[in-house]
Structures are given as C-alpha cells and as structure tokens.
C-alpha cells in the first residue's frame, strides 16, 4: 500500500477532517426520521427551537448522541495509539489497562443499586475506570519507575477481578441483568447532552499527546535508547498513561465498554499515514471519531426501529478487518 | 579537564557485582578501545558513562560535572551511545529514524543536522528513503551510527559496533571512527577483535571481572601474559608485514599434558609445533639457527629452544643446552629436517637420549632428506618411526590419554597416563 502523507502531516489530517465532515453529516441527516441536506442547514443555523418536535428531535436526541459517538471514538483511538506505542505490543488496545473493567464495575454497582442514569452510574463508572488506573499505577511503580510490563499484568489481573465481581453483581441483581448486559456490551441510546459534557472533558487529553509527537516517535526504539537520545522517558511515560487511562475511564463512563475501536483505528491509520505520531495521532483522532459515529449510524438504522448495540457493530466490522490486517502485516 | 573521569566507580545489578573500584580519565580527543572477555562489565561502563544507570559507589563526571546532575537532554549534547542492540519493528523511513538523534538540539533546525548529509557522511547516502526494517544488519549498524552523530555530541560511546558486520565493513566502520576522531570527536569504543583493537586504537581498556586490568597504548597493553591473564587462553604475538598480531590458542593455562621435545629446522617443524601448543604440550626445541622458520615461530610461542648463530653449525653450548632439553623431555621427536654437517649433532643428540631411556620418534622423510647417511644408526637404536606428522602427533594423542601408557620412566601397558604438569 502507498503511503500518503510521508512528510508533512496535513494532507492526511485534511482528509481525515473531510471524512469526519462527511460522518457527520451523514450521521445527521440518515436515521428513523431521515433528513434532507436542506433541513439539516435549517435546523443547524435556526438552532434549538422549543416547541418543534422535528427541532427537538434533532437537536435533544440525534446531535448529543452523534456528537457523543465522534467524541468516544476519538478518545479510544488516541488512547489506543497511546498505549499500543507504549507497549510496544500491537495487540494493545484501550481496555489492557484494566481501566474499562474499573469502570463497568462502578457502573455495575450504579444499575443494581437503581442509580440509574446520569449522573450516578455515569460518574460511579468514572470513578471505578479513574480508581482502577491509580491501583495498576502503584502496583507498577518500582524505585520511583513504572514498569511497563509489571503495568501491563496488573491491568490484566484487575480486568478479571473486576469482571468477576461484576458477575457476581449480575447474579446477585438478578432482575438488572439485562441492563448491566446491555451496559457492557456498549450503546450511544438514550444519551444526551449531559454524557456529551462528560465527554468533552476528555479534549484536553486528545491535544495533549499531539505535543509528545517526537518523544512518542522516539520511544518505539525503546526506553532506553529514548533515554539515549535524551528523552526524559519516565516523566513522557507518566503524563501518556494518564493521559490514556483518563481518555478510555471517559469514553466508558458514557458509553460503556465498545470493542476494537481503539485497537483497529490505530493500525488502519498506521498503514495509511505510517507509524509517525505526527501524522498517526492526529489522523486516529479524526478516523476513530469517523468510525465510531458511522458504526452507531449502522446501530440505529439497520434493524430500525430496533438497535443493534454499537459494540456489536465495530465488532462485526472491526474482527474481520483485523484478522486481514494482521495476514498483511506478516506477509508485509 | 579531563572529558570523563571515573573515581572509584563500584556497580551492582541489585546484589551481584558489576564493576569494581573503576577509575580511569578520558581526555578530549582521546580514540580508546575497551576489550575484556564477556560479562566483565564493558557495556555497563559505557552505561555508566551516560549516565543511564547510577553507580553504586564513587562518581562519574561528565566534563566535571555528576552525571546524575545533567538532564536527559543536556546529557545527550554531551554524549552520543551507539547500542549493541537496536530494535525498531515500525515501518519507519531511515531518514525519520536518523533524524531522531537530533532530538536532543531542540527545535530550532539551525542548531540540528541533516540527516542526508550525516548519512553521506557515512558513505551511503542512498539509504535515505529506504525503509529501516528493510535494512540488512550492517546497513542498521550505519543508521544508528549516523542517529548518534545527530546528537553533535563531543564523547561517542560505541557497544560492539562490529560485532554485525562483515570484514570489509568492519574495516570501513573504523576508519570511519578514526575520521571522526580527526574531527575532534572522542571516541570510547568497546570490541572483541584484539588485532582490529591493536590497529587502531591509540589507547586500550582492559576490563577483567569487573575491574581494570590494564590501560595503555596497545602494544604495552596487549602483551600476551596479561591477554592469558584476563582471557584464560594462550596468546602469541606475530610480527607480519610491519604489524603486530595476535594470535590464540583454546588451552587454558597450568594444563600442559606433558614435555615435547622437537628436532626440526628449515620450517620442518613450525606445524607440529603449534599443533602441540595448542594441544596443551609444553613443547621445546633444538638445537635451531637463529632466522631459521622453525626458529621464529618456536620463539612466537614462546617455546625454550636451544639456539645457535645464523648459518653456524651447532657449537658447544647450544648442543649441551639441548641434551638438558631433551633430559626433561617425556617425548623427543624428530621432523624430516634435511640432516647434514650443519645439524649432525642433533643426531648424536637423539641417539644419546635413546640411551637415556626417552621415547624417540621420528618420522620416516627423516631418512629421505639426510644427506650425510648419518639416520641410518635411529631405527636399530629404538627410534620409533611413523609415516608422517599426523601419524606421530595421534600416538602422542593415544599415549596422553593413557592408552599406550609408555613413559620414560619405564612404566608398562598398564601404567598411569603419561600425565605431567
């Protein structure tokens, strides 16, 4: 495959922005009660009107839930590349960390105690993803370092204490099942302007990373040669991992846990733009939204009025995209 | 000031030892070599020196300054490593990875290196666009070099620069490095080729077990007792060509199996002389003329030889001092040297060893090459005769390990191995 966009990075990022536009759009226009482009400008430029049903339909249900989806898939796709790069394990993706099971356990506890809802399953949801990150945090510090590989296992370990705690939950709220399910399996239904804000907290941690371009270039030599090279690896490493436990304990706090966006954005961008985190950062960003706004057009459209859960869909795009894109890796 | 300086250096990976009691300078400009057998602690000094890891005892000063005082980036300016080890799975060009190394300068594009001309610098320009994961081992080996040369730093440290590359690209690396110490860089550079080290380096550390065995010039520092000493192997120096060499045999010391001693010349003898040394045998010869080929090589392996004057036949004192060489011998043996008026002592010498009770084998172009029809008197006497070289050297194999059981003391079949230490 050509690479676009080998020196400078704006042609990919103009691109990526253009698919969004065009996401967005789409994403706007196509549901239940389809739009046309001049009804979209209508709404746009009138903004909220109360008392219009088609307005608040558009604007109270159908803007926050795109808006959402774009904003969760670019926070997974930084975080993604984040982590993958950190790693310097292809197979990483957002969840490793542990931080998604923190965050379904909080949420778990949210739905079985009836807190239904924003805020409290929401900001229960946080607070487990955001606690769940400082325990892998002290488990991997060692003589003032943190060890990527001691990070990696205790995130995993967590992950399966967490999960097993949320089983236990589902049986002991027998009658919350299905919506501790329906939670985990991840869904943009129903969510509204208040997940939005939540979500929009996480910017800051997307244009952070596009400063640490050149250091996160550098570390894919490893710790020590970064070292070598003069990067000063533990405060970049610190201030990246937060910054990718804060971005993923975000995303599933509104959202819940939506699989292989995180771990395949990254890759598709790689091969298009190159591993450069001038280019790659910045075009996940763009790709992520893209995606995961078109995977929760697909949710809500194709068994209309039904939804299939978002999770569902990036999933049946996302496994079979991935298998050939790991063949091609190796032939490659 | 010196550029580095080491005082009392001690290191330990968590309880086990690394480096002990280490002080040494480098001066600006300075081109040294580090040598030392595996594991003696070369890759953590320069480790050490880049202020990557923290001595345990002692300090390391960078320009007079603790390397636990400089900043990553600022120690960058100063010092520039090239790992033994480079690992890069991501498909990146080789100019974007070159152009890592100039991280350390900061922003600003005035104060940074062109990784085009750094990597013609290095004589292959035409890697620029390819990419690094295409790359064969040599070619990678150039690529890191020339990152490290972004840094624009005074001290390059190199971790076995050679160790990937064939002999032609070894050579090129070094005269690389030479260049760049003409340019005013230091150079510290560890390797494991002692004759590529005695070539080029103006100054060599020997590192032994975590301390320094030596630190010189190479001629004062390569000697061949402190190479046993530090390596557990022989070593021979070689003059060739206007240069020194050295050369190594596996047998570790204070294991010699036995005394053999060699009636050779004209070069008759240079072959089983090494082939014995190398198996272990404290190996004599005599009597030989000084310039002889047997001669120059017995003396580069540092064998007692009984030697007389060019072109000289054998006098006196040569022939006694032989006699006492043979006395202590537990083998003599006896090349096809060309026997003649010259060397006909050396005959008589044999003969009279035959009486004494030592073994005595030669080998039958013995016979072919005497010229005064003195070896006749050998075979009725008890010489012992084999078809060739290979022929005697395996009996004296058999004979080691005890199967032969002959010795001069006269023990049987049955006796003990012929072992003497």
Sequence with gaps: MTRLARTSAWPGIGLAGGLLVVCLVLSLVLGPASLSLSQLWHFVTTGPVPGNLENAIFWQIRMPRVLLACLVGAELAVAGVILQDLFLNPLTDPYVTGVSSGAALGATIGIVL?????????????????????????????????????????GVTISYLASAMVTVLMIQGNQDMRAIVYWLMGSFSGRGWGEVQIALVAVPFMILPLFFSREMDILLQGEKRALELGVEVERTKRLLLVTAGVLTAIAVSVCGIIGFVGLVVPHIVRLLVGPGHRSLLPVSLLVGASLLGIADLLSRTVIAPNEIPVGVVTTFVGAPLFVYLLRRGRKG | MALVTLRDVDFAYDERPVLRRISFDLQAGDFVGIVGPNGSGKSTLIDLIDGLLRPAAGEVLVNGISTQKYRRRDMAREVALVPQHFDLDFDLAVR?????????????????????????????????????????????????????????????????????????????????????????????????????????????????????????????????????????????????????????????????????????????????????????????????????????????????????????????????????????????MVTAVPVSHGNARNIGAVLEAVAAGTPVWAVRGLLDADFIGLTDELEPAGVEFFADDAGMFAALGERSSGRRGVHKSGAGPSGPPALKT
């Design chain 2, 96 to 332: 974007e990875v070159v152009e890592m190394g100039s991280y350390c300068r900061g922003k600003d594009a005035a104060a940074r290196s062109d990784p085009d001309q750094t990597l013609a610098r290095l004589g292959v320009a035409e890697l620029a666009d390819r990419r690094f994961t295409e790359l064969s081992g040599g070619e990678r080996q150039l690529v890191v070099l020339a990152q490290a040369l972004m840094q624009q730093a005074q001290l390059l440290l190199l971790d076995e620069p050679a160790s990937a590359l064939d002999v032609s690209h070894q050579l090129r690396l070094f005269d690389l490095l030479q260049r760049l110490n003409r340019d005013g860089v230091t150079v510290l550079c560890i390797l494991h080729d002692l004759n590529l080290a005695i070539h080029y380096f103006e100054k060599l550390l020997v590192l032994s077990d975590g301390e320094v065995a030596a630190y010189g010039p190479p001629d004062e520092v390569l000697r061949p007792a402190i190479v046993e000493a530090v390596y557990g192997v022989r070593a021979y120096l070689h003059k060739h060509a206007g240069r020194t060499y050295l050369t190594f045999s596996p047998r570790l010391r204070g294991e010699r199996l036995g005394r053999v001693h060699l009636v050779c010349g004209g070069g008759t003898g240079a072959g089983l002389m090494r082939e014995l040394v190398d198996a272990g045998y404290d190996v004599s010869a005599g009597v030989l003329n000084a310039l002889d080929t047997d001669e120059e090589t017995g003396s580069e392996l540092g064998l007692s030889m009984a030697v007389e004057a060019p072109f000289t036949p054998v006098g006196d004192e040569a022939h006694a001092q032989n006699l006492e060489l043979m006395r202590t011998a537990d083998v003599v």
């Design chain 1, 114 to 154: 009836h807190w239904s809802g924003l805020p409290w399953t929401t900001m229960l949801a946080l607070v487990g993803g955001l606690a769940t990150l400082g325990i892998v945090w002290m488990a991997a510090r060692r003589r003032g370092r943190i060890d990527i590989f001691v990070l990696l296992l205790a």
